[in-house]
């Protein structure tokens, strides 16, 4: 039997009572700029709730009540350079769906065609050709299975909130359909007092990646483990352990020239280095650069690596502050250079794994698998560290997409040495 997702036709949801607002316009900051590209998250339930659509847009209308900028829309301001969110209320799209399939079909995330497909399927998306002033900041889809466990499908314009922001929109959503008169948190989304870091870095010329999912949570414990016993005193995280067996192997994959730079970059959120309120959901991340030759990444020890990778993480706060009060244009600008003179030597990685969407619960217990989403290949080598299937808890999740299709085997036999 073939899958089949039946979609309702899209609905606009506003807030559920009027609005009080100081101003209808909110300026976005340095930091939201240039972010206005789709994100999808999919969230899994495993258990079922009452009327789960129904009970979803209406809290969905009720929480945009508190966080009304994502119901309006995105518009250039009369500066150059200057963009606002205008606050109209008109609203976020809601889809209805349900499968003809149970849950568990699509909770192993496998590469195969049928998975890839009805992945495909759980989540709304903005046209391929980007973004126009009209379009809404959300896209909500919450597809139902015939075991009675559902997924919530999120996909959002990033300006609008970073997935720290997101996730706590989520959770505020799920206090709702949970009983709560009014979020536990009290969203902020301008922050005049925030001190904004270096922006997030524009990113370098575009590659065509080929989209690959391999990892082995053994092999993590393993790496720990040694890093914990060779530096006593310190932890290694299953991020750094992750990101140092990623380098490496696609460094060993792609390394032509020994002397070219290796650059790897992470994602880092700034709330507690920057002063930012608490309920804040704009954006609030920048981007950390670890930088070494191919030849020491490629035959160094993966615990140097990992070294490597925490040192730069604790290197932040002070970084922070070496920035403060120069113009983000010019704290960025060596490494922008740099992006675009190394290219393909350049891996991206982020992580899922404390933004707090695996918190969100909409009265039936959280959920049982979080996962990014993205039907697209990218076009930078970049991979996304998310948290396990909780039923095999089988340590993480990653979605990669690394290298390009003649780096394939390479890469692939690269993990295979480690494991």
Known sequence: MSVLVRKSSPVLVRPSE???????????????????????????????????????????????????????????????????????????????ASANCALKEVMLLDRSHGTRTLLDELATVYPAKGFCPTDPLLLVQVTE????????GVTWNHAIAD??????????????????????????????????????????????????????????????????????????????????????????AIMSNPETPALFLFLANVRNHVGARQGYYGNCATVQVVMAKSSTVAKGGILDLVKMIKDSKEKIADQLKKYEGSKPQQAVAVQTQQLREFRYNILIVSSWVNLGFDDADFGSGRPARVTCYRKDKPSVPECTVCLPWKAKNDGLNVLSAVVKEEHVGAFLGELARLT
């Open 145 to 152: 299975f015939t075991c009675g466990g559902f997924v919530l």
């Open 163 to 252: 997935g720290a922001g997101m996730a706590q929109f989520l959770q505020a959503i799920g206090e709702l359909v949970r009983g709560l008169s009014s979020p536990s948190i009290v969203p902020v989304r301008w922050d005049n007092a925030l001190r904004i870091p270096p922006p997030i870095i524009s990113q370098p010329e575009q590659q065509t990646m080929t989209n690959l999912d391999p990892f082995d949570d053994p092999l993590t414990n393993r790496i720990k483990a040694e890093f914990n016993n060779r530096f006593s005193g310190q932890t290694c995280t299953t991020f750094e352990a992750a990101s140092a067996v990623l380098w490496q192997c696609r460094t060993r």
């Open 18 to 96: 009027p609005v009080s607002m100081s101003s209808t316009t909110i300026k976005l900051s340095p930091l939201d700029k240039g972010q206005d590209f789709p994100v999808s998250a999919l969230l899994m339930f495993e258990h079922p709730i009452h009327e789960v659509a129904n009970t979803m847009m209406r809290a969905l209308s009720k929480a945009l009540v508190y966080y009304f900028p994502i119901a309006g829309r995105i518009l250039a301001g009369a500066e150059v350079d200057e963009v606002h969110i205008h606050c109209n209320n008109e609203g976020v799209v809601f889809v209805s």
